[in-house]
């Protein structure tokens, strides 16, 4: 009679526990990475908070105190009252809302048209366009200013709005990286029920873009909403300056407003972040379908 043989586990089998524990190391340290990550971001955002509630003489408190005494508004109510903050807010949503929305309207018929359309030096066109990315704005703003002033358009809003309407390299970049991920059935459907090319935007691909749209739209509105340069160069009168710019006249002669200019900075802070939060699915999901497509 043959001898029996112990059934012999298998390397899979022997292997499993160790490749579960392997797994769980590497996931325990990408956590503790991305909550090392974290930290960088929230203390500095705790340390503004605490401070724009803190009166002047507990910010360089020893030891430093996390936390403000006694909670109250007279910071935000001296930032109104020192300076017409209510008129920057307003025009700082104004501006940097109108730049948003002419960004989305040029980029995005620009991008379609570098996508889609086929015309000749198509590509050549779409190169320089991207190329303006590698241009400083120090090298144009001499020029610019010299247009704007030409035009009258010295000590207005509209130096700083129409300017957007116009396009821009980023913006036609990631427009046309979006449309790019779009099948082209859609169109060619359109074109058998007779649509021109306006029609075939308007109706079909624009209702399919609002991803794309609304990444490049939260992105020209942060930077519109945090420019500083363009306000100082075209802007003389106090009443017409923006948020970013008054956040700078608490910064003193003999010593800086610490606890103003961090209150300021928490309402110059809100409106971002409160669209950030509305809108981030639609802002992740379009710069990751566009930066999936290749080119």
Request: proline letters at 6%; glycine letters at 8%.
């Amino acid at each position: 009679m043959a001898p029996v043989t112990p059934p012999h586990r298998s390397v899979r089998t022997r292997a499993a526990p160790s490749a579960l524990r392997h797994g769980r190391l590497n996931t325990a340290v990408v956590y503790m990475l991305l909550c090392a990550a974290a930290l960088t971001v929230l203390v500095p955002l705790f340390w503004l908070v605490s401070t724009a509630f803190k009166p002047f003489d507990e910010i360089f408190a020893i030891p430093p105190l996390l936390l403000p005494s006694s909670l109250g508004l007279d910071n935000l109510t001296s930032v109104f009252t020192s300076l017409p903050f209510a008129a920057m807010m307003l025009n700082s949503i104004k501006i940097a809302g109108l730049s948003a929305l002419g960004q989305v309207v040029s980029c995005s018929m620009a991008g379609y048209a570098f996508a889609r359309l086929h015309f000749v030096g198509r590509t050549l066109l779409f190169l320089v366009c991207v190329a303006t990315l590698l241009v400083p704005y120090h090298v144009t703003m001499i020029p610019i200013f010299a247009i704007m002033k030409s035009l009258g358009w010295v000590n207005t809003h509209t130096a700083l709005i129409v300017p957007a309407w116009l396009g821009g390299g980023f913006g036609i970049f990631l427009m046309r990286q979006f449309f790019l991920t779009l099948p082209e059935d859609l169109e060619d459907a359109g074109k058998m029920d007779g649509a021109n090319p306006v029609q075939i935007f308007g109706a079909i691909i624009l209702p399919l873009a609002q991803p794309g749209m609304t990444a490049l739209a939260i992105i020209s509105f942060t930077n519109a909403w945090n420019d500083l340069i363009g306000p100082l160069i075209y802007l003389t009168q106090m009443e017409q300056m923006t948020m970013t710019v008054g956040l700078t006249f608490f910064k003193g002669m003999h010593g800086t407003q610490w606890n103003l200019l961090m209150a300021g900075a928490l309402l110059s802070l809100l409106p971002a972040a409160v669209l950030f939060f509305i809108a981030q699915r639609h802002l992740i999901s379009g710069i990751s379908l566009s930066s999936a497509m290749k080119g």
